[in-house]
Every structure is written in C-alpha cells, then in structure tokens.
C-alpha cells in the first residue's frame, strides 16, 4: 500500500518567518495531493491541493510544490501568523477516491 | 447547509458494549469515509463508500462494520468495544472522482473505552 512520510512533526517559527513541511510517498501512480489544516478540538478542512499533472500552485501566502519525480511535494506558509498555529495534515489519493493516506501531522507554531 | 453532521459528540462505552457512530451529510456527495484520528498517527480510513450501496475496507477495518444507509447517511458500529478502540472518530464525504478530491469532515465523535 501507499506509504506517507512527513517532516518535520513539530515546528516552531517566528511570526513573519516562513514555514516548510515535507511530505513523501511511495506509489508513483498517486494523482491528488491536498493539505488539511486542524486547529485544536476542530476539523481538519482543506487549505491547499495540487494534481498530478501541476508543479505547483499558489494561494495568497500558501503554496505546494510537488516533485512527481522525486515523490515528494511540499506546503510552503510564508509571513506566518499567529492564526496559522495548527495541526498540518499530507494526504495522498491513489487511484481516485478509494486509496486515501494521509501523513502523521506536523504541529507548526507560530510565536508572536 | 449543514454540510457533514456527526451523533454523538461524545461517547464513553465499557469494554464488550456496542455502539452506533452517525453520519450525515447534505452535500448530495457520492463518497463517504470513516476515519479514526489517534496521537501522533494521523487520520486513519477505517471504511469507505463510493456510492449507496456500497462499501469497502480501508487501512484498519477490524472490529467495525458499516452501512451506507442511502446516499446521505453512512454509520459506523462497534460490535464489541476494546480499549484500543478509544480515539476521535471523523466522517467525511467528497464528490466522486477517479482523480480525488477535497474531503469535507464532520465535528467529530470522541470514543472513549473503559
């Protein structure tokens, strides 16, 4: 099956720094990569998602890449806020709708 | 729109008791899916639908079942509570794909067994 990795699972920046977080898998047949945000006690909802057949997409101070190559893609937060502090969730469709993993969550903290 | 709705919001069983986890969503999506979220692992699929009257196992299926009961409920049961079974259970639904798409989740069910 699909196997997700992501880095790092804490990060703690300076209000106005960017933010990073990484994530790889396995099966070069995966074709939807989206990013969830879940704030404390909340839902995680989508923020951010790229296709396959995309290098990269941005929206305001959010961004993904994505390597199909090199089987990673990344979410890029810049000039972060205090309001960005949450849980970050990778996830990865393979074969459409019915092979969804997601990755473990990188807690990102941002410190005013 | 309610968008995804999920009963109860909290839950406290004793092992060997059994329980039925509700969902319902009012977006007309195809796709429906039961997840359990645990420290540190991430979103887990338990079960998924892709349409009414069907259903398929995901990555931990083990001690629960389904039913998608028509195109906007699908339920999750616990036959038989263990303490390994304690989590927070989320349901989401999506439009149908064969190249994915956004999930829209529910509140949430925080399961706790004793």
């Known amino acids: 099956g699909e196997n997700v990795e992501q880095h790092p699972s804490t990060l703690s920046v300076q209000e106005g720094d960017s933010a990073v977080i990484k994530c790889t898998y396995s099966?070069?047949?995966?074709?939807?990569f989206p990013w969830y945000k879940q704030e404390l006690g909340k839902r995680p909802q989508l923020i951010i998602d790229?296709?396959?057949?995309?290098g990269e997409k941005k929206d305001q101070r959010i961004a993904v890449t994505l390597n199909k190559t090199a089987k990673h893609f990344s979410l890029h937060i810049t000039e972060t806020q205090p309001e960005d502090s949450a849980v970050y969730f990778c996830a990865v469709h393979s074969g459409g709708y019915q092979k969804v993993t997601f990755g473990t969550g990188t807690k990102l903290q941002v410190i005013p | 729109n309610a968008g995804v709705t999920q009963t109860p919001k909290f839950q406290v069983l004793k092992t060997g008791q059994s329980m039925t986890l509700q969902c319902a969503q009012d977006?007309?999506?195809?796709?429906m899916y039961w997840y359990r979220q645990d420290p540190g692992m991430g979103l887990r699929l338990i079960y998924y639908?892709?349409?009414?009257?069907?259903?398929d196992k995901g990555e931990v299926p083990n001690g629960y079942n389904v039913s998608r009961l028509n195109k906007r409920e699908f339920s999750l049961r616990l036959e038989s509570a263990a303490p390994s079974q304690t989590s927070v259970y989320f349901c989401?639904?999506?439009?149908?794909?064969?190249?994915?798409?956004?999930?829209?989740f529910g509140p949430g069910t925080r399961l706790t067994v004793l």
């Open positions: 099966d070069s047949a995966s074709n939807y």
């Open positions: 790229i296709r396959s057949n995309v």
């Open positions: 989401a639904s999506s439009m149908t794909s064969q190249h994915g798409n956004e999930q829209f």
């Open positions: 639908s892709a349409s009414e009257g069907t259903t």
């Open positions: 977006m007309n999506h195809n796709s």
